[in-house]
């Protein structure tokens, strides 16, 4: 039986199997009709094991915050699992996914299938960064396939509010991300909804591009009027961008070249993580 916190995707299952099970005695006990019953039970428990599925994950991203988020988009992708293994061994507690459909953005990677494969070779959270022009089509997929965090792009929707909606009700935690030249404003109607902020220091779609210190006066502002909502940026991060980002409040860091260009991930991890230790803003009282 597990006790205390459910932060991690192994507890929660454990759990709702255990649930279950319990739901199913008390229906055989009961002597009622048992085709109904266990249909009922087999649904109430699959929607209470993905809202603590989606809980977990959550606890586990914010757990490991500040972190660095090693961004899949220039690994080895001839050695997927020596890949995740390397990052786990290297200190990484999260993996972000980039997933592009050369239409919102004008180049591709991957989709369900890479993300069902890293899924059954880590308990990490994968955080899935969707750069597509319909990410309602495919959040299903995606969650199924073993997503934590669904992030869509601001500028791919009509109504950001409630395509965020319909995305949780699907079972995972929501994250909005926008690009450099998208103002604030167009996320206020949906940060009630939201559980993450991706703030784009490059414009989606290519790894290797130049830093945007656009991105820090943005994360300044909300990290000032939304002190628990987790941050992240995307772009450009490397030893000497994601001090002033982690200065400017940002929680996670999505880190592609200064990884994956370096031979030694241990080393390469290090860095940036001594960086954003140095540079951890002030909590609350010690302003001043
Ligand atoms: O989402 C992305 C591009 O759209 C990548 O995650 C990002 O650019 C990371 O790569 P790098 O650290 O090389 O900039």
């Known amino acids: 039986m597990v006790s205390g916190a459910i932060d991690n995707r192994s507890d929660a299952r454990s759990m709702c199997c255990t ?21 009922a039970v087999a649904k109430f428990s699959g929607l209470i094991e993905n809202v603590w599925m989606a809980r977990a994950s959550l606890e586990a991203i914010r757990n490991a915050a500040p972190a660095v988020l090693p961004s899949l988009l220039l690994c080895d992708f001839g050695d997927l699992k020596g890949e995740v293994a390397k990052l786990h061994d290297a200190g990484a507690r999260v993996l972000h996914l980039d997933v592009m459909d050369g239409h919102f953005v004008p180049n591709m990677t991957y989709a369900m299938p890479i993300v069902e494969g890293l ?23 995606m969650v199924d396939a073993g997503a934590d965090m669904l992030t869509f792009h601001v500028e791919a929707v009509r109504n950001a509010a409630e395509t965020a909606d319909l995305i949780r009700q699907m079972g995972v935690n929501v994250g909005v991300a926008l690009n450099p030249e998208t103002p604030l404003a167009s996320l ?27 991105a820090l006066e943005k994360l300044r502002t909300l990290r000032s009027e939304f002190p628990d909502l987790l941050l992240e940026i995307d772009g450009g991060i490397d030893a000497t961008t994601i001090g002033p980002a982690r200065a400017a409040g ?6 592609g070249s200064a990884i994956f260009k370096k031979h030694d991930y241990n080393s390469a991890i290090k860095a940036l993580t001594d960086e954003i230790a140095a540079n951890d803003p002030p909590t609350t009282g010690e302003e001043n």
């Open 19 to 39: 649930l279950t099970a319990l739901l199913n005695s008390v229906v055989a006990e009961s002597g009622l009709k048992r085709t109904d019953w266990q249909n």
């Open 119 to 141: 899924r059954r070779h880590t308990d990490m959270p994968l955080d899935v960064h969707l750069m597509i022009s319909d990410p309602l089509k495919y959040a299903k997929p």
């Open 188 to 214: 206020r109607e949906c940060l009630a909804d939201i559980d993450m902020v991706l703030v784009m220091s490059v414009e989606a779609g290519f790894g290797g591009q130049k830093f945007n210190p656009i």
């Open 250 to 255: 940002c929680d996670l860091f999505v880190v």
